[in-house]
């Protein structure tokens, strides 16, 4: 990390161009580095809108719930890497609280892979007690993810911070509304398609879950706004973008 951290600022400031993965990434580079807005282009990421597609197949859906423990009940999905940065403990005790309070049936389906300084995400769990409403699923294959999206009822992704966030532009492209945090790139991922909390506050947390949870015309409203946000992020939006990068660069 240290080696990164005093590599990165040099490699910035000697760049002649730098390529941003988000508008927000642009202007932490501008903010918090100095640098020139000129001399930074944005590069949206994208997803496969043939394979990331709401899934209206019943028996597909009940098979890939099964085969990541999902089966019982309506059930809130979040898919990262599993370390601090994800949010997952605050989350989790969000969870609790919003069960608590609203009674609500759901449980909550994590799944990734394990990061760093993930013990205190999994002895949250443990700690409140609800190791029957909280499943860790491990790694979810891509041509699972679809079908899983499609499945819950929202998508959690409260993330400290983002780059770009493209397990939301995913759930958004499935016809599934998401649960975020007004920081970092998210509102620019998410769009219309998302409730908006303090990822910083549990109870904001809580207050969110408990609103998509027990509101299905929410829901609906989301998923359509959504589903039209997530269309305009596509592999040939991104390959422009690239394009006009690198033809700024050779113009100077």
Known sequence: LLIFDCLRPRSVQRADHIIADSSNTARDLEEVWGISPHKVSVVQGATDHNHF????????????????????????????????????????????????????????????????????????????????????????????????????????????YEGFGLPIIEALACGTPVLTGDNSCLPEAAGPGAVYINALDVDSIAQGIIQLATDHDLRQRLAASGLAHAAQFTWERSADQLLAAYQKTLAL
């Not at 019943?58 to 979040?78: D, H, Q």
């Not at 599993?82 to 609500?104: G, V, Y």
Request: glycine share 8%; aromatic share 10%; with cysteine.
């Open 53 to 160: 597609r709401p899934i209206d197949d019943a028996a597909k859906i009940a098979e890939v719930r099964a085969r990541y423990g999902a089966e019982c009940g309506p059930y809130i999905l979040a898919v990262s890497r599993i370390e601090p940065r994800k949010n997952f403990a605050r989350l989790i005790e969000a969870f609790h609280h919003a069960r608590q309070e609203a009674k609500l049936p759901h449980r909550l389906i994590i799944g990734g892979r394990k990061g760093w300084l993930y013990d205190e995400i999994f002895a949250k769990v443990v700690e409140l007690g609800i190791e029957d409403a909280v499943h860790f699923c491990g790694f979810v294959a891509e041509d699972d993810l679809p079908a899983l999206y499609s499945g819950a009822d929202f998508v959690a992704s409260p993330s400290l």
